[in-house]
């Protein structure tokens, strides 16, 4: 099924043209291994993609349910004093708010001033039943138990998962984002440069988890191993504008391109 749907399309930037009228199909389900040398426009693909951005000419279609999922780099740093489970969690802001509420009605429950007082207890205790019921029809259970999957998928130890990731190392943080992504509802990944400033061991869960993942992907990358495995298609980018679709992995665009 067509997913996205590049027609005649053109952009340049004050008269400087990255993309010459180039057509382009997304298929549902496809890998895609975007190259080019620097600056003949792969960026510029994550902004008309997901429509940040309007080509100068042409028209860009999308399928209406496409929810398009990035790879961050950068954690907000107002994030740094929670703890793995709950940057993963935060999809949802109404889970969110009544874990918060939960725990705090645990602290309130432990409190010495609150245990000597029965009237204060039971209205605690009330509280609690209804946000935890509120929770469970949240589907609270079941994402809390979905993370901790994820998360032991990707290497996190029991422990890890309940550290704050201020003292985590920089694959550990690569491997959190991985999480996150994992766990929105994104049906297309755009990635860019996925590989890089990861060690190997997160490499690989990186490609196992990619694999598992049952959407599109388009993916920029340098790492002709990572591409690989992972691409069932290249889209190249050449200098002048034009792109060429090879339906293999980068070894055959290799190939072609050698034979060409
Ligand atoms: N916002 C912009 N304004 C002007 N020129 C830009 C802008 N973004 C990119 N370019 C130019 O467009 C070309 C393609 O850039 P880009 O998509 O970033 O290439 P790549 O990611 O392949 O290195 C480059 O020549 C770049 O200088
Ligand atoms: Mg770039």
Known sequence: MLLVNFSNVSKDYAGNP????????ILEGERI???????????????????LDTPTEGVISRRRNLTIGYLSQEIDPLQHTKTVFEVV?????????LSATLHQLEAQMADPDTTSDPGAMDNILQAYGKAQERFEAAGGYTLAH?????????????QDIYTPIRH??????????????????AN????????NNLDI???????????????????????????????????AIDDDGRIEVYPGNFLYYAEKRKAA
């Open 89 to 97: 969690s935060e999809r949802s802001a109404e889970l969110s708010t």
């Open 18 to 25: 990255v993309f010459d009228e180039i057509d382009l199909e």
């Open 168 to 185: 985590l190392s920089g694959g550990e943080k690569s491997r959190l984002q991985l999480a996150r992504l994992m766990l929105t509802d």
């Open 33 to 51: 291994g975007l190259v080019g040398e620097n600056g003949s426009g792969k960026s510029t693909q994550y902004i008309l993609l997901p429509g």
């Open 201 to 235: 061991p997160s490499i690989e869960v990186l490609e196992a988890a990619l694999q598992e993942f049952e959407g599109t992907i388009l993916t920029v990358s340098h790492d002709r191993y990572f591409l690989d495995k992972l691409v069932t298609k290249i889209v």
């Open 188 to 195: 297309f990944l755009l990635l860019d440069e996925p590989t």
């Open 146 to 158: 979905e993370v901790e999957t994820v998360l032991h998928g990707l290497l996190f130890s029991y």
